[in-house]
C-alpha cells in the first residue's frame, strides 16, 4: 500500500502531465476496442441471421460464394435437375430465389428485392416472420416489404414500387419487425425480378433436408449428383464469414496498433521525465538502503498502473461508442454491427496493461542503475 501511495503522490504531482499520458492510452484503447468490435458485431448479427434461416442447404453456381453472389448465374435447368433428384438425395423442399439491389451504399437509399417462386411465403426461407398487415403472399404484381424498410420509407398498403420504367409492383403486405436484415428485405415474385434482369437464372436455391439425413450429407450428395453447382451448409457459410472476419480483425487490429504504439510512447515519455526529474529522490532512497530492484518496481509500476486505468477508462469509452454504432446500424438497418464481447474487453486490457509494461521497462531500467553518488549530486 505504501508504494501505491508513493505511485499516486507522484503522480498527482504532476497532474497536467498525467492526465495528458492518459487520455492517450484512453483514446488509443477505445480506439482498438471499436475497431475489433466490428469483428464482434458481425459474428453476433451472422450467427443470428444464419440460425433464422429454414432450409440448411444452400445451391450456388460452382465458384460463387455464399455473400458475394453477384449476377444471377444459376441455370433454371440445374434448378430442375435438383428438383427431380430431391427425393433420392434427401431433399424435402427446392426455393430457387434470385436477388436484386438497388440504390447506393446509404441505408437510406438502398432496396433489397428477394424474388421467391410466385405464390411462395417468405415464410418459407424466414420461418420466424410474422405479419403486421395485409398479405403474406405476394401475387403477380405484388410486394411484401420489411417493417424497418416500410417505415423508413413510409411504405403503406397500397403504395407503389418502381423496379424498372416499366414494371411497378404494389405493396401488399407489411412484416413485423423481427430484429433481422429480413426487416430490410423487399419479398416479391422471382419472375419480376428475372424479367427486369432480362435472364431466367436465379441467383441461388435454399434447399431443406428429410428428416434421416444430415445437411453434410445431403450437399456432398448434390455436389456428386447435379453438375456446375455448389452446396454450402450453414456451417460452410459461417466457416467461410469467420475467416472473413478473422482477415478484417488483423487488417483492423493493425490499424489500431498504430494508436496502441502512440498510447505506449506516450506512456514511456511520461515516466522517463519523471525519472530525470527525480534522479535525486532516487539516489536518497538508494542511500537510505532501497535496493535496485525496488527502484525499479516502483517505476515500472507507475507505468502499469497507467496503462491499467487507461485501459479501464478506454475500455468504457470504447463501450459507449460501440454502443453508438450498434443504436445507429440497428435504426438503419435492423443489424447492431458492433459488440464487445468479454474476450474482446479481456484481449483490449491485456494489451493495455503490456502497453504499460514495454513503455516504463527502459524508464525503470534507467531508475535502477543510477549511481548514489551521482544522483544525489545533481541539482
Not at 253 to 258: E, P, Q, T
Not at 351 to 363: E, I, K, S
Amino acid at each position: 500500500m505504501e508504494v501505491l501511495a508513493l505511485i499516486y503522490r507522484n503522480l498527482r504531482a504532476r497532474p497536467v502531465r498525467s492526465i495528458l499520458t492518459l487520455l492517450g492510452i484512453v483514446v488509443s484503447t477505445a480506439s482498438m476496442v471499436l475497431f475489433m468490435s466490428f469483428g464482434e458485431g458481425l459474428r453476433k448479427a451472422l450467427g443470428a441471421e444464419l440460425s433464422a434461416v429454414g432450409p440448411a442447404v444452400l445451391v450456388l453456381p460452382e465458384g460463387v460464394e455464399a455473400f458475394s453472389p453477384g449476377y444471377p448465374e444459376l441455370r433454371p435447368e440445374a434448378v430442375e435437375a435438383l428438383k427431380k433428384a430431391a427425393p433420392d438425395l434427401g431433399i424435402n423442399q427446392v426455393i430457387p430465389y434470385v436477388v436484386l439491389t438497388r440504390g447506393g451504399f446509404d441505408p437510406q437509399s438502398s432496396f433489397v428485392f428477394q424474388g421467391i417462386p410466385d405464390g411462395l411465403s417468405p415464410k418459407a426461407l424466414y420461418p420466424n416472420l410474422t405479419l403486421a398487415e395485409g398479405a403474406l403472399n405476394p401475387s403477380p404484381r405484388g410486394a411484401v416489404v420489411g417493417s424497418r424498410l416500410a417505415e423508413r420509407n413510409q411504405l403503406s398498403l397500397g403504395k407503389a414500387l418502381r423496379l424498372s420504367p416499366r414494371i411497378s409492383l404494389r405493396v401488399e403486405g407489411i412484416l413485423k419487425g423481427s430484429g433481422g436484415l429480413s426487416d430490410n428485405i423487399i419479398f416479391v415474385p422471382a419472375s419480376v425480378v428475372q424479367e427486369v434482369l432480362g435472364t431466367r437464372n436465379y441467383t441461388a436455391a435454399a434447399v431443406g433436408v428429410s428428416a434421416g439425413f444430415t445437411a453434410d450429407q445431403v450437399a456432398e450428395a448434390i455436389k456428386a449428383r447435379i453438375a456446375g453447382v455448389s452446396a454450402q451448409t450453414t456451417g460452410d457459410v459461417m466457416r467461410f464469414a469467420e475467416r472473413a472476419v478473422r482477415i478484417s480483425d488483423l487488417v483492423r487490429f493493425g490499424i489500431s496498433l498504430v494508436a496502441l504504439i502512440v498510447g505506449g510512447l506516450l506512456v514511456a515519455n511520461t515516466v522517463m521525465m519523471s525519472v530525470y526529474e527525480r534522479i535525486r529522490e532516487f539516489g536518497l532512497m538508494r542511500a537510505l538502503g532501497a535496493k535496485q530492484g525496488f527502484i525499479f518496481g516502483l517505476v515500472l509500476l507507475e507505468a502499469l498502473l497507467l496503462g491499467v486505468v487507461g485501459g479501464l477508462l478506454g475500455l468504457a469509452l470504447g463501450q459507449v461508442a460501440s454502443g453508438l454504432v450498434s443504436w445507429y446500424t440497428g435504426r438503419e438497418v435492423g443489424v447492431a454491427l458492433s459488440a464487445i464481447t468479454f474476450r474482446l474487453a479481456s484481449f483490449a486490457l491485456l494489451v493495455a496493461v503490456v502497453l504499460g509494461l514495454l513503455a516504463g521497462f527502459l524508464p525503470a531500467r534507467t531508475a535502477s542503475r543510477l549511481k548514489v553518488v551521482e544522483a544525489l549530486g545533481r541539482l
